[in-house]
């Protein structure tokens, strides 16, 4: 597989830029690191604050996302997978996020398996996993 590593957590707006294109894994922590909210999404592009260098982790958690097949993946820290909306042509947007990580090898499967079944746009990510 090209330049994606399983469960990777992504800490700089520089090894996010890598990824575009790419399924990755966001979301919402307690204080204590537990989940609250996750979910799934081809990153598309960023918008980056003025202020922000590639290498700055802080800035991180501000960076405006833009995605393909939103997936929600755990709602109040249960599991809860289902597509958020209909973002197969128009990129959806986030802006606050407290981890950004790539996909484990068992989340791309699902991942990947959910959006053939429901028969949405090819994949924009143009790559296979090697599972």
Known sequence: MENYTFNKEIKTIGELKQYINKPL??????????ITYAWIK??????IPNDARDDNPQKLYHVGTYGLN????MKYGKINIKFLKNDVTKPSYSNAQDT?????KEEFKMYKEKTIVRKWKPYSWKFQAEL
């Open 42 to 47: 081809v990153l598309t592009e960023i918008e």
């Open 25 to 34: 894994f966001f979301s919402y922590n307690t204080y204590n690191g537990d």
């Open 70 to 73: 939103s997936m929600q993946m």
């Open 100 to 104: 950004i990580r790539t996909l484990t």
